[in-house]
């Protein structure tokens, strides 16, 4: 039995036959044809990876797998990387937030035009922009103006006024009564509380505000008090970049949790909001048990940073291929570096997390440059690769011109100045990595999870272990035709079969 145990794991898409004889122990009797003369045998299904998740998820974005190539800030996630992933049947977003409009619209029309009017499983990302006024508002402008149907929203710790219009301006009123949704938000969250803002109907104060303004139509507001804001939720766990370092199943819980809630203060069906999950996804095991846990879909993020088709440079993709499980640290981020926010990086092959951490405790120390001891002026010269006053300099042009008022107030507070300059080294970070700037390597930012060393442990002495034979699709079939082996080996374990350990793993194969 143990030879036909192992054909219908391998063969996941063939029928299998089960008969429970007078023992009561289960019989695997045959895979592919039906038994002769087996009266009484159970017929298990085949598993497709096509089946695995919310075939209504697939449906309404146009993907024929239920998977999702995430966006990673600051052009990782390239229009070329969009592109593989949407015609291997995935959904693909464009990492846009962090870019100028003048690139992030380049890349829009790159991906329009390989893709073609028709193609619906795509997006980009909007990310919080709480140091920039007004840069939601102009993202989302140029998504509206350029017909980008699905945004990923990430870093939200609250609703504003550019999501709810963005929602609110894809909504109509279909023939039997229904509302219909043309533009799509992923809400990429890691907090029930969050969660919650995203899965409700619009509030009703920032609607009406909307109308005044003539942000949106009566009619688009009434509409947008009847559905959730974002109709896919995306669970945030242990991830590369913004992370809570959530574990995947009391979060996914968490949410679905949520979900129930909200469904019930609303009158909302359940089905209405979808509930992916990141984080973690870079196995077939991981894909199998997230889809098992009642995932709409998965979302792989880190493991696509080291495909060709990243944005980041040969260099910081060979770091991520040598990358474990725990190569990885937090350190403050960027973008909110004065509120403690902290992002998690590759710790391997780079000084970037420690670095990021010395800053920001002189930061939290209440000093500014001028007030630090000799030895720690020097470190933070030598970290610069330039004296303090050049880079203030430079970050104060940059500011003057993004946030005039915090400009100025740097000026009169030396601690201000210094968190600036701080952060825009954090920034340079990511960009140096993105370049492939040699004598910077070891101050790379690379976002990542600890799922790029478990991707890498499965990969090895394999076709992709190699970064240069990663690509998006390669990673995305294997994933998914794995994950359709573990379900059919557990599939059968819940038979009451007996099935080998080694048959809930899959080693990769080059897909044509």
Not at 156 to 169: E, G, Q, S
Not at 373 to 380: L, S, V, Y
Not at 446 to 474: D, H, K, Y
């Amino acid at each position: 039995m143990l030879d036909l145990i192992r054909n219908a794991v391998e063969a996941p898409r063939e029928r299998a036959w089960v008969s429970i004889p007078e023992s009561g122990i289960p019989e695997l009797v045959s895979v592919g044809l039906p038994p002769a003369g087996k009266p009484g045998t159970a017929t298990l299904p085949p598993v497709y990876p096509e089946w695995l998740g919310d075939r209504a998820f697939a449906a309404e974005h146009g993907a024929r797998f239920s998977y999702v190539a995430g966006e990673m800030a600051r052009g990782i996630a390239t229009p070329r990387m969009v592109i593989e992933a949407a015609r291997a049947g995935c959904v693909g977003f464009y990492g846009s937030a962090g870019l100028p409009l003048a690139e992030i619209k380049s890349g829009v029309e790159e991906i329009k035009a390989a893709l073609g009017p028709e193609a619906r499983n795509w997006g980009a990302n909007l990310i919080h922009s709480p140091q920039e006024p007004g840069q939601e508002k102009a993202v989302i402008d140029l998504f509206l103006s350029q017909n980008v149907s699905r945004v990923s929203a990430s870093a939200f710790m609250r609703l504003t006024a550019d999501i709810v219009r963005y929602t609110a301006l894809g909504l109509s009123r279909a023939g039997d009564g229904s509302v219909q949704r043309a533009n799509h938000v992923f809400a990429k969250v890691s907090r029930a509380e969050v969660a919650e803002a995203f899965m409700a109907p619009a509030p009703e104060k920032m609607l009406k505000d909307l109308v005044a303004e003539g942000a949106i139509t009566p009619l688009q507001a009434e509409l947008a008090s009847k559905v959730p804001v974002a109709a896919d939720i995306t669970a945030e766990a242990d991830s590369g970049g913004h992370t809570d370092n959530r574990p995947a199943s009391p979060l996914f819980s968490s949410l679905c949790a949520a979900r129930a809630r909200t469904a019930t203060r609303y009158g909302l069906p359940e089905s209405s909001i979808r509930i992916g999950l990141a984080g973690g996804i870079a196995t077939p095991q991981s894909v199998a048990a997230a889809f098992q846990m009642g995932a709409a879909y998965v979302l792989t993020g880190s493991i696509n940073q080291s495909a060709i088709e990243s944005g980041l440079a040969q260099a910081g993709r060979a770091l991520l291929a040598r990358a474990g499980p725990a190569d990885v640290a937090m350190t403050p981020a960027a973008d909110m570096f004065e509120q403690g926010v902290q992002v998690q990086v590759l710790k391997r092959g780079t000084l970037f997390a420690m670095r990021g951490k010395k800053f920001h405790a002189f930061y939290r120390s209440g000093a500014s440059y001028e007030t630090l001891p000799t030895a720690d002026q020097k470190w933070i010269d030598d970290v610069l690769g330039e004296p303090f006053a050049a880079a203030w300099a430079a970050t104060r042009a940059y500011i003057q011109r993004v946030n005039p008022a915090e400009a100025a107030r740097a000026e009169e507070d030396g601690n201000k100045r210094l968190a600036l300059v701080a952060r825009r080294y954090l920034f340079m970070g990511a960009q140096w990595a993105r370049e492939g700037q040699a004598d910077r390597v070891a101050d790379y930012q690379i976002w990542c999870g600890p799922a790029m060393g478990a991707f890498n442990e499965w990969v090895a002495g394999s076709f992709l272990e190699p970064v240069e034979a990663r690509t998006v699709r390669q990673i995305a079939l294997n994933l998914m035709e794995g994950a359709a082996h573990v379900t059919r080996a557990g599939q059968l374990r819940s038979m009451g079969l007996t099935v080998p350990a080694e048959l809930f793993s899959f080693r990769p194969v080059p897909f044509e």
